[in-house]
């Protein structure tokens, strides 16, 4: 069982930064990839950013490519997700999952097995 614990979240006006946490309760996440998804009112759970634990490979979604950058600290006990230029449209739940499959870390909230409970982040124009 993994214990996902996320913080950081909060109210930044627009073009400003955050970055969120994702700590593994009491142990590293050893052989999880990790991803961060997002979901804001009325609209479905969306891809944000993953990391792979073989190789650190990282992907993410195109509406936050060049402004987004997701990173393991240095024990793979934590995952961050630096959030730079951030706009309105960013306003949402940002979640951090877990999954072990054989492969590249997936895209579908679905196939993740672990989730955290979720931190809201406001972007205001």
């Known amino acids: 069982q993994v214990q996902l614990v996320e913080s950081g979240g909060g109210l930044v006006q627009a073009g400003g930064s955050l970055r969120l946490s994702c700590a593994a309760s009491g142990r590293a996440f050893i052989n999880y990839d990790l991803g961060w998804f997002r979901q804001a009112p009325g609209k479905e759970r969306e891809f944000v950013a993953a990391?792979?634990?073989?190789?650190?490979?990282?992907y993410y979604a195109d509406s936050v490519k060049g402004r987004f950058t997701i990173s393991w600290d240095n024990a793979k006990s934590t995952v961050f997700l630096q959030m730079n230029s951030l706009k309105p449209e960013d306003t949402a739940v940002y979640y951090c999952?877990?999954?072990?499959?054989?492969?590249?870390?997936?895209?579908?909230?679905?196939?993740?097995?672990?989730w955290g409970q979720g931190t809201q982040v406001t972007v205001s124009s």
């Open positions: 999952a877990a999954e072990r499959r054989a492969g590249p870390p997936p895209r579908s909230w679905n196939r993740y097995d672990y």
């Open positions: 990391i792979a634990w073989s190789g650190g490979g990282t």
